[in-house]
Structures are given as C-alpha cells and as structure tokens.
C-alpha cells in the first residue's frame, strides 16, 4: 500500500472506493449535508486503485463563546472488501501528521459509535458537551458521536457547547 496525497478527489477515485456500496457512511451520514475537504489523502493498492480515503479541511468552531479553528478529518472510508485489516489507521495516521502542520491545535471528527474505540486507538477522544452544526434547512444538533484530538502538546479542548460555524465534516 502507497499513502498519497491527491490533486483532487476524482469521481473514479471515489467510486473505486465504495464500489456500489449504497450506504457507505451508514444511514446517518447520508443524511446530512457535509462540508467539502480542502486536501485529500488515499491508499493505493499495488494496482494504482485506492482502498482508503482521508479529507482534511481547516473549520471554524465556537466552544462555549469562544472561537476556536480546528482541522476537521472527514470522508474517512475503507472499501468494503478491506475493512478489519487496519487500513483505516494506515490512512488517518499520516493524514493526522499533515494536520498538525496546518497550524490549527485541535483535529475533529463526526463518526459513527462502532467507530468510536477505533479513532480512540488513534489519540481521539469524545467531547461530551452538544455539537451542532448548519444544514440547509438550518442549525441542527449532531447525532454522531463528534471526537477530538490534540495536534500540539499540551492542546486541551475547551468546556461548553460546540457550534460548527457552516456545515460539518
């Protein structure tokens, strides 16, 4: 496996990754609106076709009434017939790396439960307090499970409600 940045996500690395699958974020992430990555990040198989994808995009957070900037990690996908092979830690790992250089103390994510132990094994930790976040129709509060990790040391997360400024990631 090669860990490589793209110039952009294309549709055939996209559909490469999913291969038909209908619901690959489960059936919570396909209902909301997601806010699109500034940097894109895959594995590539010995073939040239990605079996994993990261995003990375720099988001304006309020926690409690404080501004905070965060790197949010979104798009995060591993093809189905590769699952339970750790090629998601393949992946996050090195984009977690850019991250810390992106100035920003703090990396987000939205996930799934199941997902939850995971991200922990990478660093992640839950905030506990409410995340809301813009959508079409207006301000919603997010029902996926919503993580933090420190791209400094000493970088803490802040208490208080968590408002996304625009849509999540």
Known sequence: MEFVELDALSEQDWAD?????????????????????????????????????AGLVAVALEVG???????????????????????MAQVVAPTLTIAERMGPGHAMLFCRP?????????GFE???????????????????????????PGAEWPTGRVQVLGLPF
């Not at 199941?114 to 990478?122: A, D, K, T």
């Not at 409410?130 to 993580?147: C, D, F, H, K, L």
Request: proline share 7%.
């Open 17 to 53: 990754v999913v291969a038909g699958e209908q619901q690959p974020y489960g059936p919570d992430g396909a209902q909301f609106a997601w806010r699109a990555k500034d940097r894109h990040f895959a594995l590539r198989a010995d073939d040239g076709r990605p079996v994993a994808l």
């Open 126 to 152: 839950e905030i506990a307090a409410a995340v809301a976040a813009e959508q079409p129709t207006g301000p919603i509060e997010m029902p996926m499970r919503a993580m933090w990790r420190a791209l400094r």
């Open 65 to 87: 009434h404080v501004g905070l900037e965060v790197v949010g990690l979104g798009g995060v996908i591993v093809t189905r017939s590769q699952r339970g092979r750790g090629l």
């Open 114 to 122: 199941q997902l939850v132990p995971i991200y922990g094994r990478l």
